[in-house]
C-alpha cells in the first residue's frame, strides 16, 4: 500500500506490477489519474487498473460516465472494497482468459461495448472476516511517515442525505469486533505516545449510533490517560442525540475535539423532503444546548447554502435562528456537488437549476515530474431559487459567522450586539457592504473588495480555465498557491492586519444599524470592543499578560452562560480584569513563531490561525478573580429570572433581503 506518489512510481518503475487499485474519491481524481498515465506509459495495457470509492456511483447512467471521464481504467468497484478487489484477484487468479468470464462482485467493466455489472454484495460483508491493517502491520509505514491515524469501528449510514456519498448505499449497520477495536486503538496510541498533538481521526459516519461506541470512547479515554495519546479525536456523532451520543460525548471528555454537533444543513421545509433528511425537533436540539451547557461541552450547528428550494431569505433565517438557539459555532459550507451522491447526478441538476462552478480544493496542487496536478470542487453557485449574486452575500455572511462563532473573533461584543435586539446576520450584511455614501477609512473598503473579488475569482467555468489560473499562480509565486482557504485567510486578516480601523468600523455600523442607542449604550460597546480587541495575543511580540482592563461585568460568567442572557445580567461585579497565558501556550505559540517567522505577515498569520488549535490559544485567558461584587445586585437571582432568547423571525429579513438584490449589482 502506497499513499506517497513518488513511492508508489519508483516501486512501479523497478517492479511491473498485475494490478494496481485506487481509491478513489474527488480529493484525489487527477492525482489518481496521473500515476495511472505513468504506468500506461510504462506498461500499456498490460497493467490492469482498479477504482473503488465513495465516487462510484450505485446508478448506472452516473458508472457509464465514469468510464467516459477515465478511459484508461478497466474496473470500477462499487460499495466497501475488500469484497469487489478480493473478487478481482480471485478471478485474475484464474487463468489467462478467466478475468472477463463472467460477471465479477461488485465490480463494473466493458465487454464488446457493453457494461457488466456484478452483484453488490459488500453491503453484507462481515467484518468479523476482514482482518486489521494495524494489527497485520500493514500501516506501520503511514504511521512511520507520521500519517494523521485513522480508526473505524463501524460501516454504513442509515440515512439516506442526497448531497452525501453515503446517502445511495442501502446497508444495514454493522460493527468491526470490539475487542479487535480495542487492540487497534492500543496500537496506534503506542505508535504516537511521542506524538500526542497529532489528531485521532475516527472514520465515523455517526459515532454513538452503536451500542458499542461508548465504551470504545471510555476505553480511548482510559488509553489517553495511559498512555499520553490522543490528547484530541475527531469525528462525526450520530445525526440523533440519543443516550448512547451523551454517554459517547461524556466518555470523551477533553479529548472531544468538537463538543456535540447537531448538523441541520437546512431547516427548509421542503428542503429537508427534497434531500430525504430529518432533522431534530426545536425542542430536541434545545434540550441537546441545554445539556451541553450544563457540562460545559460547545454546541456546533452545520449548514449547508444550495440545497434545493433554497432561498437567501431562508438561510438568512435559519442563522439567525442558530445563533438564537445559542450555538457555539455555526459553520455554513457552500453545497459541492460530489461525484457519487445521489445530488451531483444529471436528473437531479436539472430538476433544481443547478448551476455550477469550478475552485481549487484546498491548496491540493504540485508539481510532478513537469505536470501540474490540482484537485478541484463543483460548487452550487446558482439555482431555481437563488442566484449568483444571493451567492456572494452568503458567501461574505459565511466569512463573518466563521470569524466569529469558530475564530472567536470579537465574540463578546457581537453578542452585546445580539443582546441589543439585533440580528447578527443583519449586522454582518452591513459590515460587508458598506455604502460608498459615507466616508470609511479606505482599508476597510479595500478589504471588502478584496474579499468579494476573491470570493468571483476562485470560481471558474470549467476545468480547463482553473487549470490554467491556477497553474499560473503556482508558477507566479514559486511553487505555492495562494490560499484557496477565503475563510480562514481573511479571518487572518480581521484578526492582525486590519487593527488600525476594525474597532472603529465595528462601532460605527452598530449605531447605523440600531439608532436608538442611548450614550451609555454606545460607551458599553466601546469598553467591550475595548476588551476584544486586547485578547487577541500579539504573535510577532508574545508577551505572558496582557496587562489589566477595566470592566463592569464579569466576562467569564458570561461565556460560561453561552452568552445566553444579556450582558446585563453580569454586571454584579466591577473593578479589573487580567489577561494572561499559561507556560504551556506560550511555549507552544513560541515554538510557532520560531519555525514559521521567515513567512511575511500575510502568510505567517494565515498559517497561524490554520495550523494552532484550537483557536482559544490565539487569545488571553481572563482572570476575573479581582473583581468586586456589587452589593445591591445579585447575579443568580438576575439570571434565574431572565427570560430565554427566544427566535423570532424579523422584518430586518425582508429587508435585508431587499437590499441584497439591489447591491452591487456587478457581481450577477
Not at 472477463?100 to 457488466?116: A, E, K, M, R, T
Not at 496510541?189 to 497529532?198: F, K, L, Y
Not at 499562480?473 to 495562494?482: A, L
Amino acid at each position: 500500500m502506497y499513499k506517497d506518489v513518488a513511492l508508489l512510481l519508483n516501486r512501479i518503475k523497478h517492479q511491473q506490477p498485475d494490478i494496481v487499485g485506487f481509491s478513489f474519491y474527488f480529493w484525489n481524481q487527477n492525482l489518481n489519474n496521473y500515476v495511472v498515465q505513468q504506468i500506461r506509459k510504462l506498461y500499456g495495457s498490460d497493467v490492469l487498473i482498479v477504482f473503488g470509492g465513495p465516487s462510484v456511483d450505485s446508478d448506472q447512467a452516473e458508472q457509464l460516465k465514469l468510464f467516459n471521464n477515465f478511459p484508461e481504467v478497466d474496473i470500477f468497484v462499487e460499495g466497501e472494497g475488500e469484497a469487489g478487489f478480493a473478487a478481482i484477484v480471485n478471478s485474475a487468479l484464474g487463468g489467462e482468459g478467466t478475468l472477463y468470464g463472467s460477471p465479477i462482485d461488485c465490480s463494473l467493466y466493458f465487454q464488446d461495448g457493453q457494461l457488466v455489472k456484478g452483484e453488490n454484495t459488500s453491503t453484507n460483508l462481515n467484518l468479523s472476516n476482514i482482518p486489521s491493517p494495524y494489527l497485520n502491520g500493514s500501516l506501520d509505514q503511514f504511521l512511520k511517515a507520521k500519517y494523521m491515524p485513522l480508526l473505524q469501528a463501524t460501516r454504513t449510514c442509515p440515512y439516506q442525505c442526497t448531497f452525501c456519498v453515503e446517502g445511495k448505499e442501502r446497508a444495514r449497520l454493522r460493527a468491526f469486533p470490539l475487542e479487535q477495536v480495542k487492540r487497534e486503538i492500543d496500537y496506534i496510541c503506542e505508535w504516537n505516545r511521542d506524538r500526542p498533538h497529532v489528531v485521532l481521526n475516527l472514520a465515523e459516519l455517526n459515532f454513538g449510533i452503536h451500542r458499542q461506541d461508548p465504551e470504545i470512547a471510555e476505553y480511548l479515554r482510559e488509553a489517553a490517560d495511559r498512555v499520553g495519546y490522543p490528547r484530541s479525536v475527531y469525528f462525526y456523532q450520530d445525526k440523533k442525540f440519543r443516550e448512547s451520543g451523551k454517554q459517547v460525548i461524556s466518555a470523551l471528555g477533553h479529548l472531544n475535539k468538537d463538543g456535540v454537533i447537531f448538523s441541520l444543513q437546512t431547516d427548509h421545509p421542503e428542503g429537508i423532503l427534497a434531500i430525504k433528511r430529518k432533522n431534530l425537533s426545536n425542542e430536541m436540539i434545545q434540550d441537546g444546548i441545554s445539556w451541553a451547557k450544563a457540562n460545559r461541552v460547545p454546541v456546533t450547528t452545520e449548514l449547508i447554502f444550495g440545497l434545493p428550494h433554497e432561498t437567501y431569505g431562508s438561510m438568512v433565517d435559519l442563522l439567525n435562528k442558530c445563533v438564537a438557539q445559542g450555538f457555539d459555532s455555526i459553520m455554513v459550507h457552500n453545497l459541492i456537488l460530489v461525484e457519487g451522491s445521489e445530488l451531483a447526478r444529471e436528473p437531479e441538476i436539472e430538476r433544481w437549476g443547478f448551476h455550477a462552478s469550478y475552485r481549487l480544493l484546498g491548496n491540493n496542487s504540485a508539481m510532478l515530474d513537469d505536470t501540474f496536478i490540482y484537485e478541484f470542487e463543483k460548487v452550487v453557485t446558482a439555482s431555481d431559487t437563488f442566484n449568483f449574486e444571493d451567492f456572494i452575500n452568503i458567501r461574505c455572511l459565511n466569512l463573518m459567522f466563521f470569524s466569529v462563532f469558530q475564530g472567536s473573533f470579537f465574540k463578546y461584543f457581537f453578542h452585546y450586539v445580539k443582546s441589543k435586539d439585533i440580528l447578527l446576520a443583519s449586522f454582518f450584511h452591513e459590515f460587508m457592504n458598506p455604502s460608498n455614501a459615507e466616508e470609511w477609512p479606505s482599508a476597510y473598503f479595500q478589504f471588502v473588495k478584496d474579499f468579494r473579488t476573491a470570493a468571483v475569482e476562485e470560481l471558474h467555468p470549467d476545468l480547463d480555465s482553473l487549470a490554467v489560473a491556477a497553474e499560473q499562480t503556482y508558477f507566479t509565486n514559486d511553487g505555492v498557491v495562494e490560499p484557496a482557504r477565503l475563510n480562514p485567510y481573511f479571518y487572518s486578516r480581521l484578526m492582525y492586519r486590519e487593527r488600525d480601523w476594525i474597532e472603529t468600523v465595528l462601532l460605527r455600523v452598530f449605531c447605523n444599524i440600531a439608532p436608538h442607542l442611548d450614550g451609555a449604550e454606545i460607551s458599553e460597546a466601546k469598553n467591550i470592543l475595548e476588551l476584544c480587541g486586547r485578547l487577541v495575543v500579539d504573535l510577532r511580540n508574545i508577551q505572558p499578560c496582557g496587562g489589566e482592563i477595566d470592566v463592569d461585568f464579569d466576562p467569564n460568567a458570561w461565556r460560561e452562560d453561552k452568552f445566553h442572557q444579556p450582558k446585563q445580567d453580569f454586571a454584579t461585579y466591577e473593578g479589573s480584569v487580567s489577561l494572561s497565558i499559561t507556560d504551556d501556550r506560550i511555549e507552544m505559540l513560541r515554538s510557532f513563531c520560531e519555525r514559521e517567522s521567515h513567512l511575511d505577515d500575510k502568510d505567517f498569520f494565515f498559517v497561524a490561525v490554520e495550523t494552532l488549535f484550537p483557536r482559544t490559544v490565539l487569545f488571553y485567558d481572563i482572570d476575573s478573580s479581582g473583581l468586586e461584587s456589587l452589593p445591591h445586585k445579585n447575579i443568580e437571582d438576575t439570571v434565574i429570572n431572565h427570560s430565554p432568547t427566544v427566535f423570532e423571525e424579523s422584518v430586518t429579513i425582508n429587508a435585508l433581503v431587499s437590499r441584497s438584490k439591489s447591491s452591487d449589482p456587478e457581481m450577477d
